[in-house]
């Protein structure tokens, strides 16, 4: 079956600008992560989604960044003011679950803020 | 709180060479282990995993044992192939953590003939 997808694979903004980036899950998946890697690190969780719900936010940043899932499959991620400390590559993990552990990552959006 | 410290790479291997990739946490808690690897142009694909301690996490000819006396979870492989060069991050999740996962900052393997 199709794997959790991610739109657009790159992103090119200017410092200022707002963008947003989009992650369908497999379907299915009620547990839904973002994470962001910068260069050279380790993907770092930014927020949880259970459903529809923020169940954990504690990654996020600051306040530039809010994420949604309205019906609890796609989610969107919102940068705001992107600054050039905000490029990275932003990735994409659902989980189907109850007791089900492993997270099927997408191939990340590349955002790089000019 | 919850860290992940991996060997610095990039490790580079001839062909059947034996590779170890070590790897250490530290934890809140009781955490189940992971080893991911990313192939190029490729998204992080779960490679093995460990739930408790002892347990021995095993695919594609790799192998890791978690080992909560020494707070390890080394990934090794007997003879790697040149397909095996990709990034690999070995990452760490705590129970009622929502199942999110705290990564190393991965370590490249180049396998050459």
């Known amino acids: 079956g199709a794997g959790v997808s991610q739109t657009p694979s790159n992103k090119v903004t200017e410092k200022g600008k707002y963008v947003e980036l989009r992650c369908d899950p497999i379907s299915g998946h009620t547990a839904l992560y973002w994470y962001r890697q910068s260069l050279g690190q380790g993907p770092e969780f930014l927020i949880y989604f259970q459903g529809t719900g923020a169940a954990d936010d504690s990654g996020l940043p600051n306040d530039r960044f809010f994420a949604v899932r309205p019906e609890g499959s796609v989610s969107t991620l919102k940068i705001q003011r992107t600054e050039r400390g905000d490029s990275a590559v932003y990735l994409c993990?659902?989980?189907?679950?109850?007791?089900?552990?492993?997270?099927?990552f997408g191939p990340g959006t590349r955002l790089l803020v000019l | 709180g919850n860290s992940v410290t991996q060997m610095e790479g990039p490790v580079t291997l001839s062909e059947e060479a034996f590779l170890t990739i070590n790897c250490t946490y530290t934890a809140t808690g009781y955490p189940s282990l992971f080893w991911y690897v990313q192939y190029p142009g490729e998204g992080l694909q779960l490679l093995l995993k460990a739930t408790k301690a002892d347990d021995k996490g095993s695919n594609k000819g790799f192998e890791a044992t978690y080992r909560k006396e020494t707070t390890s979870f080394h990934l090794e492989k007997g003879s790697v192939q040149v397909s095996d060069s990709a990034v690999y991050f070995c990452?760490?999740?705590?129970?009622?953590?929502?199942?999110?996962?705290?990564f190393g900052t991965g370590t490249q393997l180049k396998v050459e003939l």
């Open positions: 993990a659902s989980r189907l679950g109850g007791g089900a552990e492993t997270q099927y």
């Open positions: 990452a760490l999740k705590v129970t009622g953590g929502g199942n999110k996962l705290t």
